[in-house]
Structures are given as C-alpha cells and as structure tokens.
C-alpha cells in the first residue's frame, strides 16, 4: 500500500527566505508526482505535475524535483512571500488513485 | 466548464438523515475521484469513475456511501444515515484520463453533522 510523508509538517521562515518542502512516498512504481496549494477553507489548487519520467518541473518561483528510485521529491520555493503562506500537498499516482500526504503548513512572515 | 463546481459549499445535517453532494468535472475529462479531507490532514480517496462505471470504489468506507455518474459528467456524492464522524470537506476531482494526467479539485463540500 502507497504511504506518502511530507516533512516537516509546519514550517515558518521570514519573508525573502528560499525553501524546501520535502515529500517521500513508499512505492515507487508511481505514474506522476503532483504538488498542490491549499488556502484554509479551499481546495486544492494543482501547482506542479512530474511525469514518472522526467526529473523536475518549473512553474515561476516553484521547483520540483523527483527521485523515483529512492521515493523522494523536493518543492523549492524561491525567495517567499506572505501570499505563499498555505498547505502544500504532495500526491502520487500509481496503479491507484492519487495518494496524498498530510501536508507542510507554511507561513512566510512579513 | 472552466472549473471543477462542487455543490453546495456548506451542508450542515442533523444525525440520521439523508445528503447528496454534487460534482460538475471539468467539460470533457473521462476521469472523476471523489476524496474526504478531515481537518489536518490529506485528502483520503472514496471512489474513482471513468466514464459512467465506477473503477474503484475501494475507498467507500461503508455501505452508507454511494456515488453515480449516469451520464458520464455529474456525479452525486451521496450519504444514508448521515453521522457525527462523516464530518468532513469532501473534494471532488476531474483529469482527462487514468494515468499521467493532471487532476483538478473543486473547492469542496464542507458536510457537517449535527
């Protein structure tokens, strides 16, 4: 059965700072990796999709890695802002419907 | 339409009685997931359709729960029975298929019972 973790499961940094949200998940026969934001009170806001076969993603301040040998992707956050305060999700898909981990609350201070 | 639509926003029910929650995927995507988010943590996977069938349904934690999509696009979400501990957000999502491709989530139903 696919187990994902996400550490650390809080994290609070000063405005400006760089990141990184860690996420590992037990099975490695995954189709893709996805990354999600979540505001208090909203869905899931999809950030990021890794392909089984690729490396990394990119989408403005965001990168994503993934090793999928040893069951671990990275999200680097560059230079953070109060508005990336949220939840990140980190979610894979095997032969099963996504699988999520319980989340990295983040707050970026002013 | 451009969005998953998840309706209603808020359903607040008394123990025992009947509920529904509705599910608007994104125009022309084959795949929708319903999943149950409980405060603090991730979302937790009930049931999985492609097209009218429901592929998996593995995540349905008793047979209080059910979920249809008869025509292939709407799906309802419903609950008999309703308990204190089906207190939820309950997320729907939509991909254009099975496998490598994006989901997206609507903003959920927030179910409380009382």
């Known amino acids: 059965k696919q187990e994902v973790t996400q550490i650390p499961a809080a994290l609070s940094v000063p405005e400006g700072e760089n990141l990184v949200l860690n996420c590992s998940f037990t099975d490695s026969a995954i189709y893709n990796l996805q990354w999600f934001r979540q505001d208090p009170g909203k869905g899931l806001t999809s950030l990021l999709l890794i392909q089984s076969s690729q490396r990394e993603q990119t989408s403005g301040r965001l990168n994503a890695s993934l090793d999928k040998s040893s069951g671990r992707s990275t999200l680097y956050i560059a230079a953070s802002q109060p508005g990336d305060s949220a939840t990140y999700l980190c979610a894979v898909r095997g032969n099963t419907p996504l699988v999520f981990g319980k989340g990295t609350r983040l707050s970026v201070i002013a | 339409g451009a969005g998953v639509s998840q309706t209603p926003s808020n359903k607040v029910t008394e123990k025992g009685k009947y509920v529904e929650l509705r599910c608007d995927p994104i125009?022309?995507?084959?795949?929708l997931y319903w999943y149950r988010q409980s405060l603090g943590q991730g979302p937790e996977f009930l049931i999985y359709f492609q097209g009218t069938g429901a592929a998996d349904d593995s995540g349905l934690p008793n047979d209080r729960f059910f979920a249809v999509r008869p025509e292939g696009s709407v799906s309802t979400l419903k609950i008999q029975r309703t308990e204190r501990g089906d207190s939820a957000v309950y997320l729907c999502?939509?991909?254009?298929?099975?496998?490598?491709?994006?989901?997206?989530f609507g903003q959920g139903t927030r179910l409380t019972v009382v």
């Open positions: 125009s022309g995507h084959t795949a």
């Open positions: 999502a939509s991909s254009l298929g099975w496998g490598n491709t994006e989901a997206f």
